[in-house]
């Protein structure tokens, strides 16, 4: 298809299409002619793709870039890969890093009663964790992190099942694209219907409480 | 305490401290003089609050004092506050407002699935969720909504657990800070769980695949 067919199909203008090319987070079209470049469904993808990263996850195109450097080392194993687009998509988060010994000590208690012994003992998601620890303990919220045994079965089958989702039958690229899209959009997802059920909960709780 | 002591425990300068009570976010302390008040407390918990919010949430002072203002009209019930809080702290989301009456069928029979009946026909969250949804259709994530059917009873366990942490034996102005702090902290909780869990379970199944 044409460029401008490739703007209507995937709602990115010709200028950022364009713009993509260069930066090389889009791969050329096939020229037909001078001026005259065909495109495909692997750009209507990674289009699309790039659309959910910048309107939902407002990921900046450095990230962008990384997300497909990381695509493109066919040496590295497809879970290599995912790593390196997460460590991409971590957004600058809010949390203060004022975790401790002890909350550091707390974050890998958490990760072992969890079973999740594939997660690398310098993961940068564990110092996280450690900092969220931390504001849950200073605030007076809870005094107990062991609450935390309640929401790891859910969560480790909510994680499991996105990864289910991600067929292995399917090229490097296109796994990338479901991987990226699931963690930024799924999560979005999955904190709306929270919001929803809250408010569900709180009614069968507290609609007579005054 | 002293105005100096509370601002020691709790990390809130003295600065930050009198303009929180000039904006009426925080009760003046008890008078014991011209230029000495006794602090109690429920400021110590109040100052925590106000700090997470400020810190982990970004909420802006505006949604600070509607938040305060839901917990001060005392003819509502403990629900009402809560929808006010929540709406008080809806962050301007990235997503946009791209949903259609297809999607917005979609949203209500997720909810419906979902046995959230107590979930008002209006509430601006299924809006929330029909956006989302079109984001999912529109990036070709998914092209079957009934995916969401793994997700309802895990997120419904999650919000109905953090909803029995709220003590209804407490203050009013009590279960509103736990409500608060359970809604922004704990949201960013369960993301970075979810992305430990990731990191496993990517592990399990995709460490060989290259």
């Known amino acids: 298809m044409r460029i401008s067919e490739l703007a209507d199909l995937t709602g990115v203008s010709v200028a950022t299409i364009k713009y993509y090319v260069r930066e090389g987070l889009l791969s050329p079209g096939r020229k037909l002619s001078e001026r005259l470049a065909d495109y495909d469904d692997r750009h209507v993808r990674r ?48 949390v203060p890093a004022s975790r401790d010994d002890h909350t550091r000590a707390l974050a890998d208690q958490i ?56 067929d292995a039958g399917q090229d490097r690229e296109t796994m990338m694209e479901q991987m990226v899209l ?17 408010e569900h909960h709180s009614a069968l709780r507290f609609a007579e409480r005054r």
């Open 182 to 198: 699931g963690q930024v959009v799924l999560g979005e997802f999955l904190l709306c219907l929270r919001r929803l059920a809250h």
């Open 47 to 94: 289009l699309r793709l790039l659309r959910v990263l910048r309107d939902v996850g407002a990921v900046p195109v450095g990230a962008l870039k990384a997300l497909v450097d990381a695509t493109q080392d066919r040496s590295a194993t497809v879970h290599d890969m995912f790593g390196k687009a997460c460590d991409a998509l971590r957004v600058e988060t809010a």
């Open 111 to 166: 990760v072992d009663q969890a079973g999740w012994t594939k997660v690398r003992p310098d993961a940068p998601e564990r110092d996280h964790l450690a900092d969220i620890i931390k504001v849950i303990l200073d605030s007076g919220l809870s005094t107990d992190p062991e609450g935390a045994a309640a929401y790891l079965p859910l969560v480790d089958a909510i994680a499991a099942y996105e990864l289910d989702q991600i």
